[in-house]
């Protein structure tokens, strides 16, 4: 845990593992508003502390950590391919049976998907999968699975989405 003073604010950086006594050793002058960078695992205990200190305070991302963006792909995915990235990922070509795409973000395809798509796969329900064609035999969304019934393909581009706590698969509706 480091502390230090700027021309605008207190800045204090949490590395993580700080207790709440280390916390409540500080001493924090008043006047200036409080900047916390969270750059590792801080403990439920440490939040409720700092909380407590009954002040202020706007919770920065880490310094030096690249902004999670999109990744587009300009190209099919065959059997066997599989793509990871922690952000949204854009498929411009099909997603082929035995392909898989695995986003944090949203999954966007724009031609057909046949292979799996899982969106908010570190656990986001609110993220969405969306293709021009879809003929995906297993979507999931964050924590949630959907398996498409037998022999049946969508007709033009869907949207998939977590509702009531199940993936819906509804028609893109063009929105005026």
């Known amino acids: 845990m480091r502390l230090r003073a700027t021309h605008k604010a207190l800045a204090l950086r949490l590395d993580g593992g700080e207790t709440p006594e280390e ?14 960078e969270v750059a590792g695992p801080v403990s439920s205990q440490f939040l409720e502390a700092l909380l407590a200190l009954g002040r202020p305070f706007t919770l920065i991302p880490p310094r030096g950590r690249a902004p999670v963006g999109t990744l587009v792909l300009s190209k099919t995915l065959r059997a066997g391919e599989r793509v990871e990235h922690p952000g949204t990922v854009v498929v411009l070509g099909d997603v082929n049976p035995g392909a898989e795409v ?3 973000g949203d999954v966007i395809v724009v031609g057909k998907l046949r292979g799996l798509a899982h969106a ?3 656990g986001d329900e609110e993220r969405f999968v969306f293709a021009l064609g879809f003929a995906a035999k297993q979507v999931r969304i964050g924590p949630h699975l959907a398996q ?4 049946e393909e969508g007709q033009g581009p869907e949207l998939a989405r977590v509702q009531e706590g199940r993936i819906v698969v509804e028609p893109w509706a063009r929105r005026r």
């Open 148 to 151: 498409a019934p037998e022999g």
């Open 120 to 122: 908010g796969a570190g």
């Open 23 to 36: 916390l409540r050793g500080l001493t924090l002058p008043e006047g200036l508003p409080l900047e916390v």
């Open 102 to 104: 695995v986003a944090g």
